[in-house]
């Protein structure tokens, strides 16, 4: 018998995303605005932290959770912007960025066979996440209300079966731009209380909303800490410090001992120094961060404008991220279509289609670049219309 790939891995599909990226990387002068991240680099003063925390010694194993430090630096950052009280040394664990802070949450839901009900359009790592461990995902569309996306509690309350798990949002989305209301968050925890779910909530975009606090309400607001709640977060976004992966899940003190002994089994831990770093971000990182909610207000305005006035674009207002998700009248295959206009203009974008369930008919700009970027990548999306 031949030695095979097990059928769980075989199952996950490639990345649409991803896809499309690898032909664009091996071509020049591309307009890079199908990834999830700035093009401004990791500003100076966090990567002087870092160098000193490698000079300070910072560079050997430390706990599966995290730098102490760390955790207290996070509970600190919940108290002061949400009036949140945690525990650092019991429901805090620093993780390798949000996708392992994702990845070992699931880890700790789901048995093989179990479903887990996720909101799309959504980036499509967590459902992937899902079937690596032989579970279902079962994608629920968010549809779109007038200029907003809602919540179907409908559809979510008819999808919940016995095999069940937990429900996923991700607030604000990526890529929808949608953020959830106190109302919204209030619903979704009592769904998930009255069936015994778990809320797994991705709020790696928490700082970059576009509302008079700039501050997205956590769901950690709503929550007890009894609460079947959990939260993913990262630096990635709101600091420039995607390559550093840095991230953090919080959640119920059982669930967060058993994260931590299988970090043990992932990546050990973060290395110490990035951790170091991550701790001056939370600490003198808000005047970056205003500058950089400054940009992506000023890019989001622009973007939306220039869209609107081509044809068959339609441009839902986006409310946080970094995202623009305009749908194109007659679109059937977004993959087909993003992949014409790279190889036409030289455009990136990433395919609807790569965010499951209501996202076909639709692209995804990330608009986290100069504005001269975005106006030539916009002019040549004009004309490709035009001419197609």
């Not at 991230?247 to 951790?275: H, M, Y």
Request: glycine share 6%; hydrophobic share 45%; with cysteine.
């Amino acid at each position: 018998m031949p030695a095979l790939v097990s059928s769980s891995a075989q199952s996950v599909a490639h990345s649409r995303i991803r896809e499309l990226a690898e032909i664009a990387l091996t071509m020049d002068g591309v307009h890079k605005l199908f990834f999830g991240e700035s093009n401004l680099p990791t500003p100076t003063f966090l990567k002087e932290a870092a160098a000193r925390a490698m000079a300070d010694g910072f560079t050997t194993y430390c706990p599966n959770a995290g730098l102490l430090s760390t955790r207290q630096a996070l509970a600190d950052y919940y108290q002061l912007h949400h009036a949140v009280t945690l525990d650092p040394t019991r429901e805090i664990i620093v993780t390798s960025g949000g996708v392992q802070a994702l990845n070992v949450s699931i880890r700790c839901l789901l048995n093989p066979g179990d479903e887990a009900l996720i909101l799309t359009p959504a980036w499509p790592n967590a459902c992937s996440m899902v079937g690596m461990n032989s579970a279902r995902a079962i994608e629920m569309a968010q549809p779109l209300s007038g200029d907003r996306y809602s919540i179907d509690f409908d559809a979510l309350e008819a999808a919940v079966t016995p095999r069940t798990r937990f429900l996923m949002y991700t607030t604000p989305s990526n890529p929808l731009g949608w953020v959830a209301t106190l109302e919204d968050q209030q619903r979704l925890l009592d769904f998930t209380r009255r069936h015994g779910l778990w809320l797994l909530a991705d709020e790696v975009y928490e700082r970059l909303t576009y509302g008079p606090a700039n501050i997205e309400p956590s769901i950690l607001r709503l929550a007890t800490r009894d609460d079947a709640v959990l939260v993913a977060q990262s630096f990635s976004k709101s600091y420039c410090m995607t390559g550093w992966r840095l991230g953090w899940l919080i959640g119920r003190a059982d669930l967060i001992a058993k994260a931590t002994q299988l970090n043990e089994f992932i990546v050990s831990c973060t290395p110490p120094f990035v951790q170091k770093t991550g701790e001056i971000a939370l600490r003198d990182g808000e005047p970056f961060l205003a500058e950089l909610l400054a940009m992506l207000r000023a890019n989001r305005d622009f973007c939306a404008a220039e869209l609107r006035t081509m044809p068959g674009v339609t441009v839902p207002e986006p409310d946080g991220a970094f995202y623009l998700f305009p749908q194109i009248k007659g679109l059937s295959d977004s993959f087909d279509f993003c992949k014409r206009l790279l190889l036409q203009t030289k455009v990136g974008l990433a395919p609807g289609v790569a965010f499951g369930s209501g996202g076909e008919g639709s692209v995804r700009l990330c608009y986290a670049v100069e504005k001269p970027i975005l106006a030539s990548a916009l002019g040549l999306l004009r004309e490709f219309l035009q001419n197609n």
